[in-house]
Each structure stands twice: as structure tokens, then as C-alpha cells.
């Protein structure tokens, strides 16, 4: 009986995977990815879009526990409010139907508009608004949402008022020039107020405001800046000038102050005569700060440049630009002459020139205005054009640089070498601190240290601002790419970050996190990684928060170089101890956390499974699998994947994948693909969707259609790249055919 019932099973099985179907091209566009991820800020709700090739997105909402809530066809965007209490999306029109329309050469403004998706968690009710151009949400509060229409409601021909003789006068109607019409709703009441002909709009980040530019609702009347506070329900009037353009509207983040650039000229002057101004609570109307008279030679504020402020409120920072080259209007097209006169020796190629050209048109120099003094200090300039702010744009120094002396010399070497100083925000005062730095140079948090890697001497340094100190902290240290194997200086491995008060620098090296004492230089290694070739990096769960906690606890990503396997790990700073907290063969993604809890959204992969959305606590023992995006992956034949070692030429111990077809026979033989390019076994679970590509190729679709593929890592040496491929390679591949399957 049981060798019947053994007969029984093995048939059944083969008829099962003789179902089972090989990927084709035309299977690649019913796979789905996942889009545009979020978690709500309680962590109870996931929104993501599903988008199939080139197909419609499908919008989804579920509980952190995987049950469905609500799903739409072409939606995509999704966001939630910060109360956690709606979620928003844009409604997009049938692709396929607009590509008809296109074909019959409809013009723009007849194509289907977007609609914005309002959907009530709580109720579960979905409210739909037609024919929106964008809409905006708070950031740190919630209640309110605004959009603008496409255009008005047409008027009611029986409401027109006959009794007039003369010539109605024509109807200022909306669009680009005039502004849109924006709507302000209170989302629990459904209340709300039309704001028409507006150009722009923003929301404190914190405070319960919104600012907005109309150009006016008739013949320009009342065109100009307002503030709507929504606390007092008291709308104000911020400037009014008649036919003016506005740029970079922006509020400091609790909404008390605002900052915005005017063109308030009605002639086709071509330099613009562009104003700053600046308005706080109390003040009747906005003041200008400068221009159009330049400050400092022949600067004036920039219409381009961003205006924002210091997070403590402080200063306002906008931008200087130099007049822009016009064009004499007094000759003929004719007359004017088209040619480009190259030389040898331009810093920049003309190629590049060209690509850049409307950078170097829009450049400005980042100045400040000091709010308590009313002093207006530029701090880049054309000597260090490029400016980083400490502290949020609380620190005293900025840090300026200029790659300008290196320019030409960048062309042959490849490295993009700096010179770095320290610009004092109060008077402008600058002092040159760093000189042909090639590596990242940055600002620590508080603005304390100017900190890097210097790339040629492949060190870690900081610099103590007050006390004017330069420090070299990993001299002589593994600090950089151990592997590295191309004639280029190496790189970091990176920083995980500052902790509190800029206290201390948490550099990584290949496998562990390291703290340094950016005074003393002393270090001190707070993970052991290097004992199992396991790899700890930091994950930044709070994108505002600047700084390492020094009391913990830290998350970590993981990955063991030996199988690849990775997951996460929780850091005790307090007592250097690490806990493994998830591991396994699979890729594990980088955790987004709830705003207002400790749900973390996360994916997991491998060769097999799809990286669909899953939901965990911060300890990990109970997670929700969120999508599963691709069900279909079960009616095709996929295959497996392994590491495979041998030893080159040379005799180096080497790594590759083997990628094997479904139901692999090792008394068969097998077609192989050999497909190489530097070292890729670190990506052994990576999920291959099946999708075309270029410059390599889709393991998951050949090994279905019954390929091997392997894929050797190879290591270079200085001068002999192709000996050196050869050397990995081959003896790889011959290793494989030894077994007797290929």
C-alpha cells in the first residue's frame, strides 16, 4: 500500500508542476509594484498604490493588521492627515482613455481633470471633489485641507441681470495668469470658504495658518498677500499692490512670521526690480527689506532662491543675484551672431556649460536678515558661492565652499576637490579653514564642528569651531571601503550620525559603529560585528530628529557577510549592548516609523518572495504581512538561488549565486548564463520582479524558462582589469561544469 501511495503522491506533484508556467514577455506587465507607502501617524492605518506596468495605479488602505479598509481604482498619492483621522489621494482618469484622446488630438485643456479622494476612516464614507489642480495639507496639525479648482462654476444664465444696456464687461475667468480658485474646508464640519484667483498657497508647518497670493477677483481689486489665522478665524492683510508677481511665499514654522519676494514693476523692463519683504503677527502691513536698489554692488533679491527662516526664528534667509545678461532688443535676429569659441583650458567643458546654463542663470548668494536688528548680511558670495547652515540656521558660522580652483584639474582626476571656510553670520567676516578637500564636508547639528572625509588621505576629520582646532580622528584606521579595488582613492563607509549637543561622531566602519570624541579624538567601538562578519548601520526613524539619543535605544539594520542573510538589531547606548531582534534569508528594507507611535511599516524579500509591506511593533515579535502584491507568482515556475565557492587563478577564495530552474535535476544537464559585474553575491536575496532591462539581465525570467545563471563576484587589480575578471571567472565557470549539469 505505501509504495502505491508513494507512486500516487510523486504524480500528483508532477502534474502539480507541469501546471506551472514559464515567465514570458508578456508577463511583465501583470506584475505589480508597490507606490507611494505611508503609515498613519497613530500607526493603525497602511495606504499604498499597486501600479502594473504601464497600467492604472489601484489605491489600498488596510488596518496594521492586514485587514482591507477601502481600495479605488486609479488612485494614487495617498496621504494621510496628522490626526490619522482621513485619508487623501488624487483620482486620475482611465490611461488608456486619455491615450485615445491624445491619438484624436483633443486639445489639453478638454483631457479629463484629476479629482481628489477624501475617504473618513472613522466612517468610511468617500467624498470625491472633481476637477482639481493639487491640494495641500498641514504638516504638524490637522482639520483643514485646501485645493484649487480647475476652473469656476459657470453663471447662471437666469440669475444675469437684463436691465443693463451697455456692453457687459468680459469676465475675469481662471488660469495660469489670473490664479485658480482655492478652497479652504474644515474637514470634520464640511465647512468651508473660496479664496478666488489664487497663485499660491502654504501652511505654517506648526501654526494654524495659511497664507495665500490672489491677483483679485475683478480688474486686480484687492490683489495681493493674506493670512488667514484659522485659530481667531480672522483673515488679514498682509500686501496689496495691483498687477504684482510673488515668489517663494514661505512662514516660519510656527506661522508668526512670513517672507515672500514681490515684483511689483508694470513694465517689460528686462531686469526686474525684485523686493524682499518681511511681516509678523501685529504688524498692519508687510515691510521691504531690499531692493529693488541692490545691496552690495549689484545684487538684488532673487526671485529664485528660497525665503525661510532659522528654526528659532530669528533671521530670514533669502537669496542675492546678480543682474541677469539681457538681450539687445534693438537688433534684428539677423544681425545676431550664433558661435561658440572653445579653448583648452575652460574650468568647465562646453558641454557641461550648456547643460547648466540655466543654473548659472538662477544662481544667488544665500544672505540673511537678522530679525530683532533689521541688519541684512550676504554670507556666500562669488568667491564661496555654496553655503551650509548649523543648527537649523541657529548657529553663529555657516560653512562656505568653492570648487572652482579645481574645476579643470577635476577634468583628468575625477575628484571633486573643495576649499572651505567659516562665514560669520553677524558681520560676514570669513575665515578659510580647509583647502582642496576632496569628500564630503559637513556641519554638525548644534553647528559646534565642520566635520568630513578628506578622500586622499582617506581620514575622518572635524574642526572645533570655537576653538579653531583641526582634528584627524581615524588616521592609519580601516575607516574606508576595505574592498576597494579600482585605481580611485576609497571611500567611507559612512556616518551613522551626532548624538546630543554634538557631544560625540558615530563613524561605521565595514562592520561595527564607532564613537569619537571630535576633541580628543579618542574612540571607542560600540558594537562587535567584526567577530561574526556581521554589519550594524543606524536607521534615522525620525527624519527631524538631528541627533543620536545617547539613552537609547537605537535601531540597526544587520547583515552577515557569510550567507547575506540580514534584519534588525536594537543598540543600548548606555551599555554598549546589542540584542538581535530579526534575522533570517531574506533583504530586509528600511523601516518607516509612525509619527505618534512605535508601529514600524517595513518590507521583507528574497529570491522567491516578493518585498511586499509588512507592520511590527519596535520589538518585532508580532508582524502583519500588509500586501501581498503578486498572487499570481504561484502559476509560474520561478527557481531557487544559492552560494557557490571556489578559488581563482590566484588562488583567492571567491563567492558567486547560482540561480537553479524549479524542480532542478542534478543528473541533467542545464544551459548557463554567465552574468558578471564586480562583486553582486551581497544581493543573493534580493527579489528579481520580472520586468525588461537594460545592461543586465532578469534572473527570475530565465531561470523559468529553464536557465542557470551564475553570477561570480570578481576582484580587481590596480592596472589589469581584464586579467583580473579572467582570473575570477573562469575557474568559476569551470568549477560548475566539473558537477555535471551544465
Known sequence: MKPIFAAFLMIFASAVFSQKKALDHADFNIWNTIENEEISPDGRYVIYSLEQGEADQFLKIKQSEGTPVFSYDRAEKGKFTYDSRYALFTIKAWKDSVMEMNRRKVKKKDLPKDSLGIYNLAGGTLEKIARIRGYRIPEHWAGYIAYQVE????????????????????????????????????????????????????????????????????????????????????????????????????????????????DEDTTKVQIRPTRLYYWTEGMKAAEQVAGPVPLDGDLRPSRYAEVHFSKDESRMYFGLAAPPVVRDTSLLP?????????????????????????????????????????????????????????????????LVSTGAPYDLERQWTGLRARDYALVKLEDGSTQKILTGVAGRVSLSPAGSYVFGYDLMDSTWITYNIPAQDLKVLTKGQLFYNELHDTPSPPWPYGVAGWTEKDKDLILYDRYDLWKFDPETGASERLTRGRETQTVYRYITLDKEQKYLDPRGPWLLTTFNENDKGSGYATFDPRRNTVGQLISGPYRYGIPKKAKESDKLLFTRESFKEFPDLHVSDMDFKTQARISQANPQQENYSWGTIELVKWNSLDGKELTGMLVKPEGFDPSKKYPMIVNFYEKSSDRLHRHWTPSPGRSTINYSFYASRGYLIFNPDVYYRTGYPGESAYNCVIPGVTSLIEKGFV
Open 151 to 262: 476652473e469656476a462654476s459657470e453663471e447662471n444664465p437666469a440669475e444675469k441681470d437684463t436691465t443693463q444696456k451697455q456692453e457687459p464687461k468680459k469676465a475675469k475667468k481662471p488660469g495660469k495668469k489670473n490664479g485658480y480658485h482655492l478652497v479652504l474646508r474644515e474637514l470634520a464640519s464640511g465647512r468651508q470658504d473660496t479664496f478666488k484667483f489664487v497663485t499660491d498657497y502654504h501652511f505654517a508647518k506648526k501654526g494654524k495658518r495659511l497664507a495665500f497670493v490672489t491677483t483679485g477677483e475683478e480688474e486686480d481689486a484687492g490683489a495681493g498677500v493674506y493670512v488667514l489665522d484659522l485659530e481667531k478665524e480672522l483673515l488679514k492683510t498682509v500686501h496689496l499692490a495691483k498687477n504684482a508677481k510673488y515668489y517663494k511665499l514661505n512662514f516660519s514654522d510656527s506661522g508668526t512670521h512670513l517672507g515672500f519676494i514681490a
Open 334 to 398: 539677423e544681425e545676431i551672431v550664433n558661435v561658440e569659441v572653445w579653448t583648452y583650458d575652460e574650468p568647465r567643458l562646453y558641454t557641461v556649460q550648456e547643460m547648466q546654463v540655466k543654473n548659472d542663470t538662477v544662481k544667488a548668494y544665500t544672505s540673511v536678515f537678522h530679525l530683532p536688528s533689521g541688519n541684512i548680511q550676504q554670507l556666500a558670495t562669488e568667491a564661496y558661492p555654496d553655503l551650509t547652515l548649523g543648527a537649523e540656521g541657529n548657529a553663529s558660522f555657516a
